[in-house]
């Protein structure tokens, strides 16, 4: 193990990794410095400025996100003449953004609206700096999420999560000065560039620029594993009353680490779908008399929650058992080649080895295939 950094930060001795930022080092030892186009899982641009901190014996003030910690450096993070910088920087910023927190659909937990509360600006100067808002027209081309560059602050960090994270660069800056703005390539639509909706961008943008379509805030959350797939992304489902309105990633699953794909994070509306199938389906065109029914129909348009046959053109309802019989003795007419097997990547690993084992050892065949590998 390499021994760690010893620095001295607002006169308290702290120690920091080899390699650190000044903003992870104050971070580690519970200090806060104001950050905006700062995220911990991307690389950093030092572009807001926010983060702004004075070192001992330099001159200029220095990015905390972007600054290595050497032996023995003693920083200050927090002094009026520091305090005064962010202020500015912060109205810099809000110059031109449209600015309507009351009826903005990120209120609450918007990254910047939050700075403004913790740094401060002065209304005054504020005044003099403000110019018109930009009138850009809103991108509300993809399906999941919408681009609103008159709230976009220009941080890049949904073109750097695009690059690191998504490793699609769907998205860069473009254009100069005053006219400067995330676009696709060609500044075509969303929809009609490269982007494959997963969101990542989205998640991480601190302001409205990057919005979800569908804003319900959940009053709790359950953590769990996406079952689109068989990767097994972690997940945290967002609840109101029981209904589920939200999905993110889970930062501590190993094998996803926060990160989701289109479908983890905005196909969640399936779960109370009134078509939603809750029980296995038998497609038969037998005789319905073969698997024993005694249930009604299934009515148009209600949830089904017990296994169903097809018979001219209509699932009938049947139980489980009913169904698992009728299987078996469907299953009985045949053996070896004749038959073949599709498993799903919904299922477990344990379920799909137990699938497996039984086309081979029963149904003495090796024609079996899963879903995850198209
Ligand atoms: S993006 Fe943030 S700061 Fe801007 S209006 Fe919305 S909530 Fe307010
Ligand atoms: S869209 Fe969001 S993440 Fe991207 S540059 Fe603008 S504010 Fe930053
Ligand atoms: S949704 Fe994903 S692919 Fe599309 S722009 Fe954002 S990060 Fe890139
Ligand atoms: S957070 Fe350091 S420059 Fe933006």
Not at 69 to 76: K, N
Not at 121 to 147: G, H, I, Q, Y
Not at 257 to 267: A, H
Not at 333 to 340: C, E, I, P, S
Request: net charge positive; hydrophobic share 35%; with cysteine.
């Amino acid at each position: 193990m390499t021994k760690p950094i010893s620095l001295i930060i607002n006169g308290l001795p702290v120690q920091a990794p080899q390699g650190a930022t000044i903003l992870e080092a104050a971070q580690g030892a519970g200090i806060f410095i104001p950050t905006l186009c700062h995220c911990p899982d991307i690389s950093s641009a030092g572009v807001c400025r926010l983060c702004l901190v004075k070192i001992a014996r330099k001159k200029k003030l220095h990015p905390a996100c972007h600054t290595p910690v050497p032996e023995g450096m003693e920083v200050i993070t927090d002094d009026p003449e520091i305090t005064r910088v962010r202020q500015v920087t912060l109205e810099l910023i809000l110059t031109d953004h449209d600015f309507n927190c009351l009826f903005c659909p990120k209120s609450g937990t918007c990254r910047l609206q939050q700075l403004v509360n913790q740094v401060g600006f002065d209304e005054d100067r504020f005044a003099r700096l403000k110019r018109v808002a930009k009138d850009l027209p809103v991108d509300t081309s993809n399906p999941f999420f919408d681009f609103n560059p008159n709230k976009c602050i220009q941080c890049g960090i949904c073109v750097r999560t695009c690059d690191e994270i998504a490793g699609v660069n769907a998205l860069d800056m473009a254009y100069r000065g005053y006219d400067l703005k995330v676009s696709t390539f060609g500044d075509k639509p969303l929809k009609e560039s490269v982007c494959v909706s997963c969101g990542e961008c989205v998640e991480r943008c601190p302001t409205a620029a990057l919005v979800r379509k569908r804003i319900e805030h959940p009053t709790r959350e359950v953590r769990t594993i996406c079952a689109y797939c068989g990767v097994g992304c972690g997940l945290y489902l967002g609840v109101r009353g029981d209904t589920v309105v939200k999905a993110r990633g889970d930062p501590a699953n190993p094998v996803s680490r926060g990160e989701l794909c289109v479908r983890g994070r905005f196909g969640y509306r399936f779960i109370h779908s009134l078509s939603r199938l809750e029980g296995p389906l038998v497609r038969a065109y037998d005789r319905i008399e073969r698997v024993d029914s005694s249930g009604g129909r299934g009515k148009d348009g209600e949830p089904v929650t017990r296994p169903l046959v097809k018979q001219e053109g209509r699932f009938v309802e049947i139980s489980w058992d009913q169904a698992i019989n009728y299987v078996a003795s469907t299953l009985s007419h045949y053996k070896g080649d004749q038959f073949a097997a599709m498993s799903s990547a919904k299922c477990t690993n344990e379920e799909n080895y137990l699938f497996q084992k039984f086309v081979r050892t029963v149904m003495g065949t090796n024609n079996i295939d899963h879903c995850a590998r198209l």
